[in-house]
């Protein structure tokens, strides 16, 4: 990309659902949806784009970090099945 925005941030966030702190609370990875647009099937957070925690900065989203390697593992396997 451009100027080092290359690199996806990762960090532990407490943006993410669930019932109490321990399920909101996980290591994500910080996208701007802008400029990485992911799968319909991937939830991003905060889902209220008006959020004004401190995790949240403008366009920029969180995916929990083993939900996405997850998804971009199942894309390698996909891609080196014969067929």
Partial sequence: MYEGYGAMSIQYSCVFDGK???????????VN??????????KTFPTDPTDSSDAYNGDDKWVRK???ISFLRSLSKTESSPG
């Fill in 20 to 30: 109490d702190v321990s399920q909101q609370c996980d290591d994500g990875i910080k």
């Fill in 66 to 68: 083993s939900i996405l």
């Fill in 33 to 42: 949806p802008h400029q990485i647009i992911l799968p319909s099937k991937l």
